[in-house]
């Protein structure tokens, strides 16, 4: 029996499924924000109705975004630190893929973007294209049919990002990386660094 425990912080939620025996149990707790100090005990609540420990885990899925910069980088980063602690990989999963599920390729995906816009890309069944942000506009007369992200439950988003690591644990993913479609609206300071003293 391999196990999976997906999660996502990308949107405002704190999002989990856990995958065993082909069942897949999902929870999701709406929140604009407190996803950081919430996610752990939702995951450990999580392994507990199901009488598991954090040793059980076979695989870790996490949502990589593009969403709340923040977000994607508590997510992110709480695979990572969970994947090295119990030696096991950590699969990334964009909000494309997590959106698309099962859905015939080739296809573009809309994701939910700031100002009125949208995150696009294109899924095929060779691969997949950069993300672009564009318009709303933008998404008439596409070459491909179109899935808006928001149209998926989070249920079944999430139960994706689940599925998509047991499926991917055994290809030697890379480590899971944020999915930025834009830069971060903060900058680094432009004054001076501080002058260390010996």
């Known amino acids: 029996m391999a196990v999976s425990l997906g999660f996502d ?13 082909g069942r897949v149990r999902v929870r999701i707790e709406d929140m604009a924000r407190g996803q950081a100090e919430r996610l752990m ?25 593009p969403g709340n910069f923040t977000g ?18 950590a699969v990334g999963v964009s909000a494309f ?14 994701v939910p973007a700031p100002r009125g816009q949208v995150w696009l890309q294109r899924l095929a069944p060779g691969g997949r294209e950069t993300p672009t942000l564009v318009p709303q506009e ?4 596409l070459d491909a049919p179109l899935l808006r992200a928001e149209e998926r439950a989070g249920e079944a ?20 990386a944020p999915l930025y479609a834009r830069a971060p609206d903060a900058a680094p300071a432009r004054d001076a660094p501080p002058v260390i003293l010996p």
């Open 9 to 21: 912080t990308s949107q405002a939620a704190c999002a989990a499924a856990l995958s065993l025996d």
């Open 97 to 110: 893929e997590a959106a698309a599920g099962v859905s015939a390729r080739p296809l573009w995906v809309a």
């Open 138 to 141: 933008a998404l008439a007369g």
């Open 72 to 89: 994607i980088r508590i997510g992110v980063a709480a695979a990572r630190g969970l994947a090295m602690a119990l030696r096991i990989p």
């Open 41 to 65: 005990g939702v995951l450990e609540e999580m392994l507990a109705a199901e009488g598991l420990v954090w040793g059980d885990l076979d695989v870790i899925g996490v949502g990589i975004g």
């Open 157 to 176: 988003r999430i139960a994706t990002i689940a599925r998509l690591a047991l499926e991917r644990r055994g290809e030697s993913p890379p480590r899971p």
